[in-house]
């Protein structure tokens, strides 16, 4: 079946866009890796497909599948490129828009620069909402894995679970070597995003991020969030952080209580059509 479909980028966090709203049809998870494959595919770090709400004070749902095919329940990069997606191809003349994902409600806002303001909801702490094998919170675990032997970490969930080190060089992080065995380790039930966090000072970081199912990207919307929260819990930084991604900045906003705001951009890259056969 041809679908038409959307290459968009949030600072170099790539995805497909697919409207199934105006186009009818299902795409199934066993097809998303071809389609992902960069030398055979399209090429991307997730999916992102429009559907129709389920509730009538909502304007659309929303559903993110992993390059490997596995769904997750949040994606900040791609829920700036969903709104600017949704706006652009005319499917709502709204700069507020109100979507649900598998983590619950997310309201978006385009600004006037074609930015777009998120409303990330309040961060998860309580180990077993995360889920994380601790018996109560704290804002430091410590962990030790026979690869990576003794780690300190923070654990956040913002709608999918992430594990924040703070390390002195992103440059030099062992990313590739830790980011899989952090990923996959017991201690995180549901699998884990990982985050390299390089403090330069209190409204300032530089983050590397190792995604559950996909691997490095260029920049995690979540996981930015989720590193400012550990960093301003543990004390290290102050409300109002730029992150500075591998592939740009995000603006990070939280007052140690509300919900997480991350401002950024989104990028239209091309138009395309694809024929998806389920194999």
Known sequence: MWFKFTKMHGLGNDFMMVDLITQTGQIYPETVPALADRRF????????????????D??????ILNADGSEVENCGNGARCFARFVFDQHLTGKRHIRVETMAGLMELQLTD??????????????????PFNATEFATEYQLELPETGPITLGAVSMGNPHAVLRV???????????????ERCEAFPRKVNVGFMQIVNEHHIRLRVFERGTGETLACGTGACAAVVSGQLRGWLKPGVTVSLPGGDLRIDWDGQGPVKMTGPATTVYEGRVNIERK
């Open 113 to 130: 620069e074609r930015d777009v303001i998120v409303d990330m909801g309040e961060p998860i702490l309580e180990p077993q909402r995360i």
């Open 41 to 56: 595919g399209i090429g991307f770090d997730q999916l992102l497909i429009v559907e129709r709400p389920t509730r009538p």
């Open 168 to 182: 002195e060089d992103v440059d030099t992080a062992p990313v590739a070597e830790w980011g899989p065995v952090i």
């Open 58 to 63: 909502v304007d659309f749902r929303y559903r």
